[in-house]
């Protein structure tokens, strides 16, 4: 089980969407428009079907103070952040030290995603990196951690995250 985390309206939904399309296309690269996205109230689950299939398990954001009880079985999460959003990064960074910090999360590996990088005023990967000590966090965090650039909406990134998925399976089993 894969969880995908990350606060209310970063793009979770539809990078799930997004990557169901893309595993089932087997590299056809054109995407179409981006589906409608409703809030996830609670949480969804998708299967990725790859080599194998794959589970990835999204929690809405306002579920963020019980997102450690669905820690138990986890050995991969995905974490998203708004790169358009100044505002959230700081929401953003108490989450991810919270979950980096959970015990049950040690083994766990982890793919941060900076998202909406098509936007016209997102953050780059170095302004982000700075404002939340993303190399400090890193350097204390037990976990094996990878970041990535991506744009749910146009898709770029997204053929990395689905190997990054497939790869973290693969390890895990
Ligand atoms: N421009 C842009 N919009 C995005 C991107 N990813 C998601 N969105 C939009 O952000 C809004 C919230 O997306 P959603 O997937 O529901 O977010 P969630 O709350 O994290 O599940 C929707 O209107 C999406 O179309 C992206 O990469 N770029
Ligand atoms: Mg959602």
């Known amino acids: 089980m894969c969880l995908l ?3 209310t309206g970063v793009g979770k939904t539809l990078l799930v969407k997004r990557l169901q399309k893309l595993s089932s296309r087997e590299g056809k690269s054109d995407l179409g428009d981006p589906p409608p996205t409703q809030p996830t109230v609670g949480t969804d689950l998708t299967d ?3 080599q ?3 589970t990835i398990r999204e929690l809405g954001g306002c579920m963020g103070p019980i997102w450690s009880s669905y820690y138990g079985d986890c050995r991969c999460v995905l974490f998203m952040i708004d790169a358009s959003d100044p505002t959230q990064l700081s ?3 108490v989450q991810l030290l919270g979950l980096l910090s959970a015990e049950q999360l040690v083994d766990a590996s982890v793919l941060i995603l900076f998202n909406k990088i098509d936007m016209p005023c ?3 990967l170095e302004e982000m990196k700075s404002l939340i000590r993303l190399p400090d966090i890193i350097a204390c965090a037990k ?3 990878t970041t990535a650039e991506i744009s749910a909406r146009d898709g770029t990134g ?3 995250v689905l190997r990054w998925l497939q ?3 693969k390890a895990n089993s």
């Open 91 to 93: 929401l953003s960074c």
């Open 143 to 145: 976990q094996c951690i």
């Open 158 to 160: 997204l053929a990395g």
């Open 122 to 124: 997102y953050m780059t």
């Open 167 to 169: 790869d973290t399976h």
């Open 52 to 54: 194998k299939k794959m």
């Open 48 to 50: 990725i079907m790859t």
């Open 5 to 7: 985390l990350g606060a």
